[in-house]
Structure formats: C-alpha cells, structure tokens
C-alpha cells in the first residue's frame, strides 16, 4: 500500500517536472543485458544463417580470453626461461592455484588415475570463469564512458562510443554459461566412455540387478538427471553474476528515484550517502567473494560429476 | 489484478530465501558443532558440507530466476 502511494506520487512528479523520468528497470536491464543484434559493436556479415555481429558480451568473451592468455603463457615462459627452478613473483601464485585446483578438487573426485587427463579442463574453466567475473566487478568500461562524455565526445555511433557501453561481465549471459556447461556435459559422457567404454557408460546409469519395473522409473529419473546437471550449472552462474549487479544497480538507482520523487537534488544526494552507497560498497565486498566462490563451484561441480562418471557407486 | 502478479513474485522470493535459509542454517549449524566436537576434521568436514551446500544454492537460485521470470513475462 505504502509503495503504492509513493508510485502515484513519484509519478504525479515525475509528470510536472523533468523532461525525461528515471526508469530504473530500463537502466538496470539495458546495464545487465546483452547489447542488441541491431546495434553491436563491430558488424560482421551473416554466415549460414547466424549473425556474426560482435555483441558487448562477446567482446568481452575475447578480451577475457586474450588476458587469461596472455597473463597465464608470459608468467609460464618467463619461469621456464630463468636458470633457478624457484617460481618468483605472480608465478608463486600460479603455482598455487594449479596445486589447489589438482590436489584438492580434481584429485578426490576423479581418482589418482585420471588427475592429468582432467586438471587442465577443470584448470581452463576456473582460470577463465574467475577472469571473466573479475573483469565484470571492474568498472573499467564505465569509466571510459564518463571520460568519452567529458573529454573525447566520440561520434554516437564509431566504434568507441559503442565500446564503452562493453563493460558488463561475459558469465552474465546465459548463453555463455550455456556453452561452458555443455563442455562439461560432454566431458561427462566422454570420461565415463574412456574408463568403462561406449555401451557401459550408458549402462552405468542406473543401478544393475534390480526388479524391472524399477527401471521404467529410474530410467527417465537418471535421464532427466544427466540433462539437468548442465542446466543447473548454467542457471547457477549466470544467475549470481546478473544478481550482483542487479542488486548493486537498484540499490544506487535509489539517488535518482528520491531525487525525482522529492524534486530536489538534496533529497537524492542524502539517501544516497546514508543508503545506498554503504550498502553498494558492502554488496560489492560481497560479490568480491561470490565472484571466486562461483569459479570454485562451477569448477567442483564439473568435477564431481565427470568423478561420478568414473566411480560408479550403484 | 495487475498488482497481484508483483505480490505472488514476491511472496515467492520471500519463501525461497525462508527455505533456502533452513536449508544453509541447519548445513552451518551441523558443520560446527562437527568441527568444535573434532577440530582435526576440519577440512573433511568442510570438504563435505561444500558439496550440498552449492546444490542447495543451485536450487534457491533457480527458483528466484523463475520468480524474475513471472515479473518480467507477465
């Protein structure tokens, strides 16, 4: 009821007053979403039926890549070149990782057999998927844009003025997170064909011996199970990293709603030091730690499954 | 009536963090009651709670995906 009244009259202000209203979902989804297919930031032609336009998310797709890459392979070289096999500097950290990641994750979910056939798929999702929704916490592509408004003024429709409206996070896009879980998924069938062979691995999964009017139920049961893996790890990460931002977003969005509902700019400029931007500041603290844990879990998630695969408990 | 589709999404929001609430509290509870009564079994403790404690995530976010999705196709 309350929210209702202050609707009616944020709108009876928002009529008398300014020329064009707020509308936070249209800011928060335009921020969130991927950029349309009729305005992308480097137009390539249509192949066999599918567009190839390069969207923000797939810009960010690429640059994610080149960075992981380059970080990654450079650190790698450099060590391999010096004379003292002692890691220095980012390589410590490196080192780290792939220790963690092989010992802790891939070694007791895939068995000391198959530990390096499957670290460096699950080495590739976590260094990639952690990249990604790093790069999405960094507003570097937002401060772009204030300086492109101040200082550059680059013509509304080059490839700057598109580019810096890129800055979004890449995991964000459920077709992306789509794509890392098919690996996944196919990685389970492959693991499970390479340790008990083609036919087994289907046999694999339901139990053997029991009744046969069992299996009229469990067949479909453990079908509908191998497809909502995959599915389940794509909502999971791409639904926390939109979450994140949608939050952070409408909770700074509170500013410009007070600020229209009260029509001064003082009534905006106080909820938003007393409100918002504590509380944007503790969000994105938060998702500082979302962002590693969602690379972990995708990552452990991957694992466990391509381990039940393997390790068949029936 | 067009009221009522933002207050079903957000009963529903409100009981999906209510269940996933019991969910992660009685995982956390167990797990340090665990860990106070044994401290050496620390990490096989947390090794084991991680995994359904993710699973149980994966379902709570599923269902606010779907409750965004009853506000946004409406």
Known sequence: ?????????????????????????????????????????????????????????????????????????????????????????????????????????????????????????????????????????????DVLGLLNHFVFHAEPDSFLARVVHGGTTATANFNVTAALATITFASIIVAGSKAHGFVNHWMNLVPHGLAWPLYILLIPIEVMGMFVKPFALTMRLAANMTGGHIA??????????????????????????????PLAVG??????????????????????????????HH | MEVLHYFGAAIGLGMVVIGAGFGIGKLAAAAAEGVARQPGAADKITGAVNLPLFLLEGVAILAEVFVLLVVLLK
């Not at chain 1, 890691?87 to 080192?95: I, K, R, T, Y």
């Not at chain 1, 977003?249 to 700019?265: D, H, K, P």
Request: charged share 10%; proline share 3%; aromatic share 12%.
């Open chain 1, 1 to 141: 009821m309350f929210a209702l009244l202050l609707q009616e009259h944020a709108q009876e202000h928002a009529a008398e007053g300014a020329a064009e209203a707020f509308d936070a979902g249209k800011t928060i989804i335009e921020h969130v979403s991927n950029s349309g297919l009729d305005h992308p930031l480097i137009h390539l032609p249509t192949i066999v039926g599918i567009d190839f336009s390069v969207t923000k998310h797939v810009f960010m797709l690429w640059l994610v890549a080149a960075i992981a890459f380059l970080v990654v392979t450079l650190t790698v070289r450099r060590y391999l070149k010096q004379d003292r096999m002692v890691p220095s500097g980012f390589m410590n950290a490196l080192e780290a990782l792939v220790e963690y990641i092989r010992d802790a994750i891939a070694k007791p979910n895939v068995g000391r057999k198959w530990v390096s056939t499957y670290t460096p798929l699950l080495l590739t999702f976590f260094v990639f998927i952690f990249c990604a929704n790093i790069i999405g916490l960094i507003p570097l592509f």
């Open chain 1, 248 to 277: 952070i977003l409408a909770i700074l969005s509170f500013v410009f709603l007070f600020t229209e509902m009260f029509g001064r700019a003082i009534a905006g400029i106080g909820v938003g030091l007393a409100v918002s931007v």
């Open chain 1, 283 to 312: 969000i994105s603290a938060l998702e500082i730690i979302v962002v590693l844990v969602q690379a972990y879990v995708f990552t452990l998630l991957s694992a466990v499954f391509i381990g039940m695969a393997i390790h068949v």
